[in-house]
């Protein structure tokens, strides 16, 4: 049993699942890095999003966004919002996964957030906590 004032999140990916419990704010994400995600980069970013990936590792930093901005998505979250319009990731690095800085916005708000990122096998786990 955990305090009702606890936040939680909960993530799956086959063969994982994960769940957070937090006093803040809390989104996860479990996503397989995966060559298919290239075919819907066009849906959840924008072309000036994409300028600092590099080519040989493009399934990675996609797949990282993707997964950031699903967890942004469980903190700050409506039915009309879009992935690609109303959360930004910031551009980041490999080396610099800890910290990676995004946004979650529309007309009247505008939540700066921080992501962290760890690689496990052949997933990526993302944390991001308000």
Same mark, same amino acid.
């Given at each position: 049993?955990?305090?009702?004032?606890?936040?939680?999140?909960?993530? &799956?990916?086959?063969? *994982?699942? =994960?769940?957070?419990?937090?006093?803040?704010?809390?989104?996860?994400?479990?996503?397989?890095?995966?060559?298919?995600?290239?075919?819907?980069?066009?849906?959840?970013?924008?072309?000036?999003?994409?300028?600092?990936?590099?080519?040989?590792?493009?399934?990675?930093?996609?797949?990282?966004?993707?997964?950031?901005?699903?967890?942004?998505?469980?903190?700050?979250?409506?039915? &009309?919002?879009?992935?690609?319009?109303?959360?930004?990731?910031?551009? *980041?690095?490999?080396?610099?996964? &800890?910290?990676?800085?995004?946004?979650?916005?529309?007309?009247?708000?505008?939540?700066?957030?921080? =992501?962290?990122?760890?690689?496990?096998?052949?997933?990526?786990?993302?944390?991001?906590?308000?």
């Amino acid at each position: 049993m955990f305090p009702k004032d606890a936040e939680i999140s909960i993530t &799956h990916s086959f063969p *994982f699942a =994960a769940i957070a419990i937090s006093k803040n704010k809390i989104g996860i994400d479990i996503e397989k890095f995966n060559p298919k995600i290239l075919r819907v980069i066009d849906k959840f970013t924008y072309e000036n999003e994409r300028g600092f990936i590099p080519f040989d590792t493009e399934v990675v930093f996609y797949t990282i966004i993707w997964s950031v901005k699903e967890s942004m998505y469980k903190i700050h979250h409506s039915k &009309h919002w879009s992935l690609k319009k109303h959360y930004e990731v910031r551009p *980041f690095e490999l080396k610099h996964l &800890h910290s990676i800085k995004c946004r979650v916005h529309d007309d009247q708000i505008s939540d700066e957030l921080k =992501a962290r990122v760890e690689f496990f096998d052949e997933y990526c786990f993302t944390i991001v906590e308000e």
